[in-house]
């Protein structure tokens, strides 16, 4: 706790000072970029955990730090103080970075804290009753919802960026799209939340493998793979063309 006072009372020269509404909606909303709207979310997380807090009063946040001292990832946690200015200061106290220092947060949507619980039917148009653990369900009902995650790239990745789509879902949609790029709009369209960037990265090297090796009508049943080997030259074919130039 010596350290962390000593980094609420000092504030280093370098710090990047943010204001929500450079990136939100005349409404407040968040923006739709994918990359844009992750930074955001980390910036409204900030502003969540510590603009309910007293002037001088501090917290740790269950967001972790993205700094890299010396090559590594740094393992702290992010911690919010309210300024006298009343500005949100984030740094991590584990490597001595500053994350930001957000003002001009108080109109929006996360100034108070976490919203207030609602019922559940008033979101989602569902009864209470309707609502079941997933837990109670048999056992044979729910292996039948699910993809096998760890034998399937498909399914691995679909997992790691949030999706709901089954895996079998995206071969169907690989087998009739007009190019690789419309999959994988439709799918960043379809999620709750912003995927993390190591997670799309991951995401279009499955993606395009899947494309290249799932047969398409338009090709007479064949994989995009195969129609690109059949049109490549043998090795004889390559080497008469070379001895015929000379």
């Known amino acids: 706790m010596r350290e962390l006072g000593r980094r609420i009372t000092t504030v280093p020269p370098q710090i990047t000072i943010v204001d929500p509404w450079h990136w939100l909606t005349e409404t407040g909303a968040l923006p739709l970029e994918p990359r844009l709207r992750s930074r955001v979310l980390r910036v409204a997380q900030c502003i969540e955990a510590g603009g309910p807090l007293p002037v001088g009063h501090t917290r740790q946040t269950v967001i972790p730090c993205r700094r890299r001292p010396d090559g590594h990832a740094c393992?702290?946690?992010?911690?919010?103080?309210?300024?006298?200015s009343e500005s949100i200061h984030a740094f991590c106290p584990s490597c001595h970075a500053d994350e930001f220092l957000i003002h001009n947060w108080q109109e929006t949507d996360w100034a108070g804290g976490p919203m207030e619980p609602v019922p559940v039917e008033e979101v989602f148009g569902v009864s209470q009753e309707s609502v079941t653990d997933p837990r109670?369900?048999?056992?044979q009902r729910v292996s039948e919802m699910t993809d096998p995650v760890e034998d399937d790239p498909l399914a691995s990745v679909l997992a790691a960026i949030g999706s709901s789509m089954r895996a079998s879902e995206l071969r169907h949609m690989i087998s009739t799209a007009e190019s690789p790029m419309a999959v994988i709009n439709t799918v960043l369209e379809g999620l709750a939340r912003p995927p993390k960037q190591a997670s799309v990265e991951r995401l279009f090297p499955v993606l395009m493998d899947a494309w290249n090796t799932t047969a398409r009508p338009e090709l007479g049943g064949r994989t995009p793979h195969q129609v690109h080997h059949e049109a490549r030259p043998s090795p004889s074919t390559r080497f008469a063309c070379s001895t015929s130039r000379r």
């Not at 393992?75 to 006298?84: N, S, T």
């Open 136 to 139: 109670d369900q048999p056992a």
């Open 75 to 84: 393992p702290g946690l992010l911690w919010v103080v309210k300024e006298v």
